[in-house]
């Protein structure tokens, strides 16, 4: 699966990567409770394997991320972190990730160790990873739980709160 709003993702280059494998692509693009997208459609061709899905609840969306075996965000190369939500979603579901190296995601993401990055745009090169993860699921499954295991370490709420406070109490 994929997901994220369409004006920070590059569907055209995941399109183009996933266009002919032997997988279907689910991608939530407007529903999530949050969505600020206007847009309700994506302009360009969507290939046949993808299922592009405008309405989904949250527990549709936890489904699809159960169901899922990786997830693929082709995050635009943005300063701010988008995508890191969907990292934590997917992280917190034991679910591998494929992103594009955007300079606001390389945070969330620890390169062959909880997902896999490749270079912005690069079609060839998230089509070889997509292909990777999909011969080789106990791959996809040891990055998903070390993803969602530090999340549990390094990323949950309570120590996002305990590092703002200890910022705070410096001043």
Request: a positive charge.
């Amino acid at each position: 699966m994929s997901i994220g709003e369409p004006r920070s993702r590059d569907y055209g280059s995941l399109f183009g990567a996933v266009d002919g494998l032997p997988v279907r692509l689910s991608v939530p693009v407007y529903g999530h409770w949050y969505a600020r997208e206007e847009h309700k459609s994506l302009a360009m061709p969507i290939p046949g394997n993808v299922s592009v899905i405008k309405h989904l609840s949250p527990m549709d969306l936890r489904d699809l991320y159960a169901r899922s075996q990786f997830v693929i965000l082709p995050i635009r190369d943005l300063v701010y972190s988008a995508g890191a939500t969907a990292t934590l979603e997917e992280g917190s579901m034991a679910r591998a990730v494929i992103a594009f190296r955007s300079e606001g995601i390389r945070d969330y993401i620890i390169d062959g160790e909880t997902g896999i990055l490749v270079e912005p745009g690069n079609i060839p090169a998230l089509r070889d990873a997509i292909r990777f993860l999909m011969a080789n699921p106990k791959e996809a499954k040891r990055l998903g739980c070390n993803a969602r295991e530090r999340i549990i370490k390094e990323l949950s709420f309570e120590r996002y709160v305990k590092g703002i406070a200890k910022v705070l109490m410096q001043y």
